[in-house]
């Protein structure tokens, strides 16, 4: 899925640029270093050993994996089986071995097509979710106590999301040709390891990151294809084709955004078009489920939910949150046009996803998912990386510690309402912190960390260093001569090429 194109379907000249070090222009990221020896030196040989950067990040991925299974040890060992807020006290919970029963794995019924008992008649994720799903529980063996099989379907699916795991670090690597290393902000991110087990989100993630990987390849049909197959796993994904529709326009670009728009809706369709003939009632489910779904965890909806008298209607939310999210496509739409450079495809990806997160009724801990491929495309500075991930982990520990307090009646163990309000500001400011930065790179594109080493949008594929043909406001006219910040120059687009400098004054 992420091997690297022939000579033939590159762009890529004889000559490659030389990779990007991470330690020479990375403070934190060189003080880092010195656990493993410091920054690499100038006459490092680089390319001559079998450790490559892609090899080594995608075995930090897995070793941080197996470490986040370690951190599930408590209650793979018994919390998810008895007690009602162990599992929460040790923040090791996991939807994957209570819904080995509770969908009708463990009883062999069919995702969509048999009801199920409860008030949950149907599985309520897309269609590929339900197939990997259902795949993990055939591998799974059926001898045992209902525990021994639910243990070893959490282990099925462990080993099947660490495959994804091992594939979104070796994309996100390969992206940037000039910045392999950037994958190691992937790799060793702490809150990927501890919600990479918690759900199935891996899945549609790993999707999405190939696809990236492919239209940076200006491949913008396996691109498609392959978003359209994230999409069947996950919602989130389809947002990608707003920002790409706008820089298409930009770029003038309307050939390779249809390829990959066609590609998108035939590969969609193929997972879901034979459910959806054959099983209307159960295909629907995951759709009617997020309409009916109340406020939920995570969002600022459920702070102003707790802080006023009456609860909110679904109905008035779910109006809200569409006003607010069409407010921020809208607002990523008029930066794309207005903004002195076109911004880089993986700087609008992130934007959109965190504005679905911030704007949705709920947000799961596993959500931080979705964003953290994105982000380093979009912004790899260790600093504002790991101030982003210092507020997730504290999400993530905030959640289970305030179901632990609602769950342990009156001796209210964990964390508090007010608490957990805290904890919600937290991710949600986080979250902000990062779009504001990314932001100001978009508005001072001499502050973008990937420009400002040389390159205009190596994740941009047919977009790199394409020429504007359609620009509003400001960015119609020349662009200024001068940067406010140390480091070079870049002109990027001019005569279709990207990378040319000058130095800065």
Not at 402 to 410: F, R, V
Not at 417 to 434: A, D, K, N, P, S
Request: hydrophobic letters at 45%.
């Amino acid at each position: 899925m992420c091997g690297m194109p022939s000579a033939e379907t590159t762009r890529a000249s004889v000559h490659e640029p030389d990779p990007v070090p991470p330690t020479r222009e990375d403070p934190v990221a060189a003080t880092g270093s010195e656990l493993f020896g410091g920054p690499l030196g100038r006459r490092a040989l680089l390319g001559t050993s079998w450790w490559t950067p892609v090899r080594v990040v995608a075995l930090v991925a897995i070793g941080m994996f197996a470490l986040g299974m370690v951190q599930k040890l408590p209650c793979y060992d018994g919390a998810w089986f008895f007690g009602a807020s162990s599992q929460y006290t040790h923040a090791c919970y996991s939807d994957i071995p209570h819904l080995y029963q509770g969908r009708g794995f463990a009883d062999g019924l069919v995702p969509y097509f048999d009801k199920l008992e409860g008030d949950m008649e149907y599985l309520e994720y897309p269609v590929l979710t339900g197939v990997f799903m259902e795949v993990a529980s055939w591998l799974t063996p059926g001898g045992g106590s209902i525990q021994d099989q639910e243990q070893a379907y959490w282990m099925v699916n462990a080993g099947m999301l660490m495959a994804c795991a091992a594939v979104i670090a070796v994309c996100v690597s390969r992206t940037h040709r000039r910045r392999p290393w950037d994958g190691l902000l992937v790799a060793l991110a702490p809150a990927y390891a501890l919600t990479a087990t918690i759900n199935w989100d891996l899945l549609a993630v790993a999707l999405t990151a190939a696809a990236m990987l492919m239209w940076s390849r200006s491949r913008p049909l396996a691109f498609g294809v392959l978003l359209g197959l994230a999409t069947a796993a996950k919602l989130y994904p389809v947002l990608l084709l707003g920002p790409l529709l706008v820089l298409c326009w930009r770029a003038g670009r309307w050939r390779a955004f249809g390829t990959a728009l066609l590609g998108a809706a035939g590969s969609w369709l193929v997972v879901n078009l034979p459910v959806m003939l054959l099983a209307p009632e159960g295909w629907s489910k995951f759709y009617t489920f997020s309409q009916e779904r109340g406020v939920d965890f995570g969002s600022f909806w459920l702070i102003l939910s707790q802080r006023t008298e009456e609860p909110l209607v679904t109905d008035t939310v779910n109006t809200w949150a569409t006003l607010l999210m069409l407010l921020a496509c809208a607002g990523v739409a008029a930066l794309t046009l207005t903004a002195p450079r076109r911004p880089r495809f993986a700087q609008l990806a992130f934007l959109i996803v965190a504005a679905f997160i911030l704007t949705n009724k709920v947000y799961s801990p596993q959500y931080v998912l979705w964003l953290v491929p994105l982000a380093v495309l979009a912004r790899p500075k260790w600093r504002d990386f790991l101030i982003w991930q210092a507020c997730e982990v504290a999400y993530f520990l905030g959640i289970w510690m305030y179901l632990a307090y609602t769950t342990s009646g009156d001796a209210h163990k964990g964390l508090p309402q007010e608490g957990y309000q805290l904890v919600i500001t937290v991710h949600l400011l986080g979250t902000l912190y990062l779009c504001a930065v990314i932001v100001r790179d978009v508005l001072l594109p001499e502050r973008d960390v990937v420009r400002r080493s040389g390159d205009d949008d190596p994740s941009g594929g047919v977009l790199d260093g394409a020429q504007d043909v359609f620009v509003l406001g400001p960015a119609a006219r020349p662009p200024r001569q001068e940067a406010d910040s140390e480091g070079p120059y870049v002109e990027w687009g001019s005569d279709g090429e990207a990378g040319r400098k000058s130095s800065s004054l």
